[in-house]
């Protein structure tokens, strides 16, 4: 089985200031939520992924993107195996998503999303 890219985020300090300069640039549909958390809408059905802008824990900043997987906890251990190390864990976030973070052998961030057969 593949595992498609299905989501993106752009991690930073202030999450209005990046929601605002990427919906001028690139006038995607950003709606912020109460979470710190803005989902993109990137504006062509059945093309492009689209994602989302949070705000990072402890300063954090990053650019990451998600593959979708049917196995989270057995994915991270292969990461592991390989030498990459896990940032989150599987996470549930009720009625969104279940996903998990790792950092690959030097240090890019990458997330996991259980594939819940909707793609």
């Keep these: 089985m593949a595992n ?10 202030d999450v209005k200031k990046l929601s605002a300069f990427y919906k001028n640039i690139f006038g ?19 093309v492009g992924i689209n994602g989302g802008i949070g705000a990072g824990e402890g300063g954090a900043k990053h650019v990451t993107f998600y593959a979708s997987v049917d196995d989270l906890g057995a994915t991270l251990k292969k990461i592991e195996k390989a030498g990459g190390k896990t ?14 973070l790792f950092t ?7 997330g996991l999303v259980k594939d819940d057969g909707q793609h």
């Design 4 to 13: 498609p890219i299905v989501h993106w985020e752009i991690v930073g300090g």
């Design 28 to 46: 995607w549909k950003i709606e912020n939520t109460p979470m710190n958390y803005s989902i993109v809408d990137t504006g062509d059905p059945g």
């Design 87 to 100: 940032v989150v864990p599987p996470t549930v976030i009720p009625n969104m998503v279940t996903f998990a």
């Design 104 to 110: 690959d052998p030097e240090g890019h961030m990458v």
